[in-house]
């Protein structure tokens, strides 16, 4: 195999247009000619079509993945390193993220769009993003990640999430900015976080009644919009308000538009339960996000999408107040979650890349790339064996194509 970055040419026809990748082994298997038209795989080249070919030097094709869940309005990646500071409990990791954001030199739509095009230089194709909205901050947040995703357009898909890190209930001004952000159109989505616990004010009512799920649900039926929100509360203080979001879902026809991220309580549970959870989950078709961080918190995506329930894989907070980690890296992710989890076998660790790639695909709501004829061409070239192999050894992406265009060579955006 060669070790150069994969070389182009082009041969003019007169007619439609379609790129040739040549001499490439989709998951390892033999070396074949990947053929995309108009952003999409096909069988042949059509007729009389304007050729252009790309040599794959016998490297590996792999689908593009989908970060579920990602907060890139928080980031400090590519910033001055920033010393964080002893926090517990949500209230003081908050009041951390407000002092960050105003230390930082950089816009937010720039800082962003960094994070965001590191990203889909790794091979990311789309994600969702949580932006936070609070007074501390106006719209700033979902304004910036907005410019950010305007400017990668035809490299990355965004989902953008009006995200209410401060909480509804106890922040006054924060359901107003949601309104706005719905309102405005610059959200697709629209978050909320932990009922029960953060955003439940003193001598509030039980978790049915608390106001937040109220606006949350109110704005997405108002505004045609997704809801995707934050859980970390276990037991019975996450699993109330759980069975409360999946009674809305239903009763709001909003089947098939509801994630909730993180979902500890979910993580927490097993046998009966865990199933009788995944069921009630299933029929109201609500989504589940986890992030790998830890044993004890992730997600058995496994079991829960043998009982039907859509699981996405995310990054959560990159380099942020919260954390120094995360690098907005998929594949890197999907290691991280084989790790986490301990998988050893290879059916294992291709499934911790099947979340990563297939599991955010339909969370999004977006087609599967698996590499079939009719599939969208957006698919990754690495140096490798097979694919438990590359999920390990962690290649360069040499080439990332997306809807069948060379967008990044050597882990850079060309």
Not at 328 to 333: I, S, T
């Amino acid at each position: 195999m060669t070790n150069h970055a994969a070389d182009a040419d082009t041969r003019t026809v007169a007619g439609a247009s379609a790129t040739v990748f040549r001499d490439v082994r989709p998951f390892g298997g033999p070396a074949v000619d990947l053929v995309a038209v108009d952003g999409v795989l096909a069988d042949a080249v059509p007729d009389g079509a304007v050729v252009e070919y790309v040599d794959g030097g016998g490297r590996l094709a792999l689908p593009t993945l989908v970060d579920a869940h990602i907060h890139p309005d928080k980031t400090a990646w590519g910033e001055p390193w920033h010393s964080r500071r002893p926090a517990r409990g949500i209230a003081e990791y908050v009041t951390g993220d407000v002092g960050l954001y105003r230390d930082l030199p950089t816009p937010v739509a720039e800082r962003a769009r960094r994070l965001m095009a590191h990203a889909a230089a790794q091979g990311t194709r789309a994600m969702r993003a949580h932006a936070d909205v609070a007074p501390a901050y106006g719209l700033d947040g979902v304004a910036g990640v907005a410019e950010a995703r305007e400017k990668l357009r035809g490299v990355l898909d965004v989902q953008l999430v009006a995200f209410p890190q401060h909480g509804v209930e106890r922040t006054p001004g924060a359901a107003e900015l949601l309104e706005e952000a719905a309102a405005a159109g610059l959200i697709d989505a629209v978050g909320g976080i932990d009922p029960a616990g953060f955003d439940r004010v003193s001598g509030g009512g039980a978790s049915g009644e608390n106001r937040q799920l109220d606006v949350v649900f109110g704005i997405a039926e108002r505004y045609g919009l997704a809801v995707d929100i934050h859980l970390h509360d276990v037991g019975e203080r996450g699993l109330g308000p759980l069975r409360e979001i999946a009674a809305r879902t239903e009763a709001l026809g909003l089947r098939g538009k509801v994630t909730v991220s993180h979902a500890f309580a979910v993580a927490a549970l097993s046998g009966e339960e865990l199933d009788a959870t995944a069921d009630l989950l299933a029929s109201a078709d609500i989504a589940l996000t986890t992030v790998a961080p830890s044993a004890r918190t992730v997600l058995p995506f496994r079991r829960l999408a043998e009982r039907g329930v859509r699981v996405g894989l995310g990054s959560d907070g990159v380099r942020d107040n919260w954390s120094p980690y995360g690098n907005a890296d998929m594949l890197h992710r999907a290691w991280l979650l084989g790790w986490t989890v301990g998988v050893r076998l290879d059916e294992e660790l291709e499934a911790c890349f099947r979340l990563a790639a297939d599991g955010g695909a339909e969370l999004l709501g977006l087609p599967k790339a698996d590499l079939r004829p009719g599939a969208p061409a957006d698919f990754m070239l690495v140096e490798g064996e097979c694919l438990p192999q590359v999920v390990i050894d962690l290649p360069r992406r040499d080439v990332v194509v997306r809807a069948g265009r060379v967008v990044a060579r050597d882990g850079r955006l060309v």
